[in-house]
Each structure stands twice: as C-alpha cells, then as structure tokens.
C-alpha cells in the first residue's frame, strides 16, 4: 500500500522537469516506511551495544541482557558507566577529517603515473537517470599510501602519539562520528531543498523519514570537486578501517605482550580487501552506492559510524580475547578468505572487462555470451546495454557478493568459537548483500523490463547455483 504520492520534481531554478524513471523509488509502502523509521531508531544503539559489550562485559553480547531481566543492573546503569564524549577525542576527530579533506581536495593523484594497471585521477562516473556524466578525481590509494605512511612512521620515529590512541580513545570517538554523521546527513537533506546540485536527478518522494534515510540528491557537491558521496564512502571510513585495525594490534601487544595470529589474519585479510577497494576506486564508480544511491543518512551516518565501528569488531574482540589459532584453524580461514576474495575480485572484473571492451574480451578463454538489452534516460533518451551471461556472472547473478560473503565469513571464524559478538558482522553482510541484491534486481527490472526477464530466465539463481 503507498502512503506517499509522487510529486512534480523542481528543479533549482524553479522550473519543473520530468523526472528520470529508474533509480532509488518513489513511492514509499509501509513495509519500506517502518524499516526506514527502525533503522533511524536502532541502528545507532546497535552500534553502541557491540562497542558497550566489549567495553563492560569482555565482549559479551548475551551477559548484559542477561543481567538486564535478572535486575542485577539497569540501562542507566549501563548507560552511566559508558565513557562520555571528549574534547580530546573532538580534537582527534576533527584533526583526522581534516586531514582526509585535504588530502581529498588538495593532492591530486600521481600515483597513476607510476603504477602500471592502477586507473587515478579524472575519471567519469556511470551515467545517472537524468543522463549526466560526473567527473570524479580518483586519489583514494594515494590518500591510503600517505595515511598509513605517516602512521608508521609516527609508531616507528616521531612518536608524535601512541599507535593505541584509537582504542584508547573508542568510545568518546563514536559520540563524534555520530555528530559528523548526523551533521552531514542532515545538510544533504537541506540542501536537496535549497541549493541542489543537479535538480534534475533528485528525488522527492514527500515522506520525510524516507527522504533524510535515503537522501534525496543523487550526487550532492560542494564546488566542481567536493563529492559527498566519493568522500565519505571511501574517506574516512575505509582510510580509518585498516588504522583502526593496526590500533587494535598495538593493543593486543601492549595488554598481552604478544600479537595473536588470529589478529595477524584479520588485519590482513582486511586489509586485502581494503585495498582492492582503493586499487579499483575508479571502477567503484559504477558501482550501486556511487551510480544508484542517493545521498542521504544511509550512506552520511553509515559511512561515518556504522562502517568504522561494526566492520572492525572483529579486531576490537581479539584486544580482550586474544585468541592463538590451531595452524589447520589458521590455514583453514586464510584460505576461505583468499578464496572468496578471489571470486569477489574475478567476478567483479570480468563484469568491469566485458563492459569496457562492449563484449569484444575473452572470459574464461572464450568469447561472452550476453544479452542485448535497452532502457531510457529521463531525457528519452534510447540507450544500449548488455548482460552478460558467461563465467561467474552464468554461475549466478550476484555471485560477486557470494565472494564477498566467503571472506566476511574467514574474519569472523578467525576469532574462534567463543563469543556470538564477532560473527555479527557475517550477519549483517547477509542480510545487507541479500536485500541489496532484491533491490538491485528491483531496479535492473525496471530499467531494461522484458530483457531484464530473458536475463534471470538463462541465470535463474541470484548467489548460490541450486539454492537461492
Ligand atoms: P554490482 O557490481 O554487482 O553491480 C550491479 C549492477 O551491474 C547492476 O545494477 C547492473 O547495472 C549491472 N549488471 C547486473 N548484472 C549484470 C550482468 N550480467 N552483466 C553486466 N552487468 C550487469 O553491485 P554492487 O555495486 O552492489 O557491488 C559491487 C561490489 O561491492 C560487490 O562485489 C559487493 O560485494 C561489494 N560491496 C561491498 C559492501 C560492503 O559493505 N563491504 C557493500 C556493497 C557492495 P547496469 O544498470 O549498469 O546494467
């Protein structure tokens, strides 16, 4: 059942024009409403209920519950022992996204000069609804090789401060991720009002739950250079992750004396996937946050405090859990994350290959296979596109995500059995790629119609051939 209407878009010079057809909806149904409002409500507490655990209960997320119904203590309780915010760790915060923008907007990518196969500096977007072609400056592994540069050399010479200051500072941190998070969700809400940066690919759909979650802007900017969502995407949050995770090791040598292997293996085994994202940073592009999202809480806040706080909860249980893995444990889940690594990177090139080259490429040695497909831009414009049916995109038609899932499942079993706390991330990542595969699909068949339905007819399994 709808509970909002579509309504005329206005662009910001006041004129009216027809909107794009495809992309995020328009429409809002309940069910799409009172998750919208859930995740508005509990996502944050999510967040601080894995951080608390850690911090008052050895990273137990049962035990605090537990204690709840057996009234041994209360919320406030809990509430008033957690460390509150401050100015130290603002200074800290602010300092460290400083730096990102500056590093974002002020040094421009060379590193594309010297690195054979790396693609930096200008490079288009994907297409939007209304048919524009951003340009977007790629300088996301350059950005990372500094950062990290200076970290090390920090811990290794200047000792400017501890490389434990993040875990020393965790908590008072996530109160001023939440502040940026919130603050920038909420300007890019206004700002859809006020002084949109391209009218024409907004989207209203007049509920305001709806809109603040899933942003109304499609590519809110700040000059020509300044991109909301290329920034905090990638910057701070994916710079901060392998950071964070390093912070997290110092502190399991200082607490411990000794760093476990299970530590080892997550830190690189994120750090893998870390940096694959800012090796391949042009292509994220044309990827669903960049080319379908719309700016709004879901990536501003998400970026900000969900991705920091719950992709490295694995890293911050292994501080009060220092777990030695078995070597066939080990092994075990190293190769279970270089595996599905492998898949998520395979996948996501041969689809990457096959566009750039139109079809004229060699997947697994021969020709691809596709399906000739065509959708309008809100312009009426008639454009072209192929789907391609051969290697791992004929196996299944996420089967990137299913790689993607395989080494989210090794971070967390690199932490043994012990405790639920880390596993959350595995269930997350489910739920996320899952829902984000019905929404992907959602959109694809309203863009190409019949050719999206001759695709799923000759690929019939969206992850897992023979199962889902
Ligand atoms: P995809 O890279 O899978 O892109 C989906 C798009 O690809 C579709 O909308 C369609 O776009 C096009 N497409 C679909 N099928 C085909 C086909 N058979 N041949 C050619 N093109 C096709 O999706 P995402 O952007 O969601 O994911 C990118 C990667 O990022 C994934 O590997 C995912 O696992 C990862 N990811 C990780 C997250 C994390 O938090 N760790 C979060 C989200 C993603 P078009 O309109 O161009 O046809």
């Known amino acids: 059942m709808e509970v909002t209407k579509r309504r005329p878009l206005r662009t910001a010079n006041g004129t009216k024009e027809e909107p794009a057809q495809w992309g995020r909806a328009w429409e809002v149904d309940w069910f799409s409403l009172i998750s919208v409002v859930g995740l508005l409500c509990f996502a944050p507490f999510i967040v601080y209920y894995f951080v608390m655990a850690c911090d008052q209960y050895q990273c137990s997320v049962t035990q605090p519950v537990l204690e709840l119904f057996q009234g041994e203590t209360t919320l406030l309780s ?23 923008v500056f590093l974002y907007m002020c040094v421009p990518d060379v590193l594309h000069k010297f690195l054979p196969g790396y693609v930096g500096g200008v490079q288009d ?57 919130y603050a920038v969700s909420t300007f890019a809400f206004l700002k859809a009002y006020l002084f949109p940066t391209n009218g024409v690919d907004c989207k209203f759909t007049g509920n305001l739950f709806y809109d603040y979650m899933m942003g109304i802007e499609f590519n809110p900017r700040i000059g020509k250079w300044f991109d909301f969502k290329l920034f905090f995407n990638g910057r701070p949050g994916i710079v901060a ?24 293996l997550v830190n690189v ?80 090139h041969q689809k990457d290959l096959f566009r750039r080259t139109e079809g004229s490429c060699s997947i697994w040695g021969q020709k691809p296979k596709y399906i000739e497909c065509a959708y309008r831009s809100a312009d009426g414009g008639l454009h072209h596109s192929k789907l ?62 019949k050719d999206w339905k001759r695709y799923t007819d000759a690929v019939p399994y969206r992850l897992i051939p023979g199962l889902f």
Request: charged share 10%; net charge neutral.
């Open 269 to 348: 085994l994120q750090a893998i996937y870390v940096l694959d994202f800012f090796w391949n940073e042009a292509w994220y592009l044309k990827t669903i946050d960049i080319c379908h999202d719309h700016f709004g809480w879901y990536l501003g806040w998400g970026d900000c405090v969900w991705l920091p706080f719950l992709y490295t909860l694995q890293g911050l249980y292994l501080v009060y859990h220092p777990v030695q893995l078995t070597a066939p444990h080990a092994l075990a889940v190293l190769s279970l994350g270089l595996v599905g690594y492998y898949i998520f990177r395979s996948t996501n």
């Open 388 to 449: 391609m049916t051969s290697g791992f995109w004929g196996v299944a038609r996420h089967f990137n995500y299913t790689g993607d899932l395989m080494g989210s499942l090794a971070y967390c079993a690199a932490c043994g059995f012990g405790h639920l706390h880390p596993y959350f991330y595995i269930v997350y990542m489910t739920i996320l790629l899952v829902h984000r595969c019905v929404r992907d699909e959602h959109r694809c068949s309203s863009k190409y119609g």
């Open 241 to 264: 992750w392998t950071l964070i995770n390093l912070s997290y090791m110092a502190k399991q040598q200082e607490l411990h004396g000794h760093v476990t292997n299970s530590m080892i």
């Open 78 to 100: 809990i509430w008033s022992r957690t460390p509150s915010f401050t100015w130290s760790a603002a200074k800290i915060y602010t300092a460290w996204v400083a730096f990102q």
């Open 125 to 181: 977007g994907a297409r939007t609804p209304a048919g524009l072609v951003n340009k977007y400056e790629i300088n996301g592994l350059q950005c990372w090789v500094i950062t990290h540069a200076l970290w090390l050399a920090n811990a290794h010479y200047f000792h400017w401060f501890s490389p434990t200051v993040i875990f020393d500072h965790w908590i008072p941190l996530m109160w001023c991720t939440n502040i940026l998070g």
